[in-house]
């Protein structure tokens, strides 16, 4: 916080370093944010999951793991989420997953910075808000699909404004974002209404 602070009091002409403290800052603090003790019980049923689907090389149509609805139908919504984080898994064990949450907070943080600065908000604003956007979802970096839901959906809204501004092109990567999205988390069915309601909103606001 000191380090933010110094951005606002400092000259960047005589301070050149006053530019890059508060990134620095920003960068420590996002990554301690995601790293703490695993506390949702749901990783090991994802671990399981993931392990599952690469042993019998497809997707489960039916319930595998519980005992009172074995056999039941089952829509694995989050596949692509738990084959990954068995992967990590494999490779790291717990502190793996750890260090990947750390990382998608970190890349969570990046998204917001290069979106604020294309708009064009200062660099000491910038930094407060992703600092105040990282700590008001830290209670949500559980290693859980969630946590890519919210990068996905921080980088649809930046592909959507750059698609706004006209470039076009943005739309296929908007449109590769959403199939990849869809195989890690439900809310996935957010893209299409967050896409929506944003251009209505840029249509109202350009009459």
Known sequence: ??????????????????????????????AVAGAFHVKSTDVFWHLAAGRWILENHRIPSSD???????????VDHEWLFQVLIHGVERL??????????SALALALAGVLLAALR??????????????????????????????????????????LRQFRHGHLRSWITMTLLAVVWVNLHAEALLAPVVAGAYLLGAVVQDR
């Open 1 to 30: 916080s000191l380090l933010v602070g110094a951005a606002f009091v400092s000259s960047p002409e005589n301070r050149p370093w006053a530019h890059v403290a508060p990134i620095v800052a920003l960068v420590a603090f996002s």
């Open 64 to 74: 595998p793991f519980r005992f009172t609805s074995e056999g039941a139908a089952w």
């Open 92 to 101: 790291g064990g717990i502190p793996g997953l750890v260090l990947t949450r």
């Open 118 to 159: 294309r708009m064009g908000t200062p660099l000491p604003e910038t930094v407060l808000v992703t600092f105040f956007a990282i700590l008001g979802a830290r209670p949500r970096f559980l290693i859980r699909p969630e946590i890519l839901t919210l990068i996905a959906l921080s980088l649809f809204l930046l592909l």
